[in-house]
């Protein structure tokens, strides 16, 4: 079974910077859309950023446009978010999510365990 894994989470300052990835274990077909979402306590989870391997066009929540940015190769199935100028209420568990599902063969939509960004002075 093919899982996804992230890292790159931890504890920052606000202002401070963090880079998440996000690899998958095992063999999968190429990605059509590689996101991440965050979900803070008692709060809905949330799309931060995605990007779709059509045009490599990209999208981000309204309060995370100018200070982060996604990246990923859908080839490796790779993931990337630099998350830059961090605020206190960027503080959330962040999740990793891979998407094919408009293709006939290999369909997939895979979750990580999600990992901690903890952003406090």
């Known amino acids: 079974q093919v899982q996804l894994v992230e890292s790159g989470g931890g504890s920052v300052q606000p202002g401070g910077s963090l880079r998440l990835s996000c690899a998958a274990r095992g063999f999968l077909l190429r990605s059509e859309y590689m996101s991440w979402y965050r979900q803070a306590p008692g709060r809905e989870r949330e799309l931060v950023a995605g990007i779709s391997d059509s045009g490599g066009r990209t999208e981000y929540a309204d309060s995370v446009k100018g200070r982060f940015t996604i990246s990923g190769d859908h080839t490796q199935n790779t993931a990337y978010l630099q998350m830059d100028s961090l605020k206190p209420e960027d503080t959330a568990l962040y999740y990793c999510?891979?998407?094919?599902?408009?293709?006939?063969?290999?369909?997939?939509?895979?979750w990580g365990q999600g990992t901690q960004v903890t952003v406090s002075s």
């Open positions: 999510n891979l998407r094919r599902i408009a293709h006939s063969i290999g369909k997939y939509d895979l």
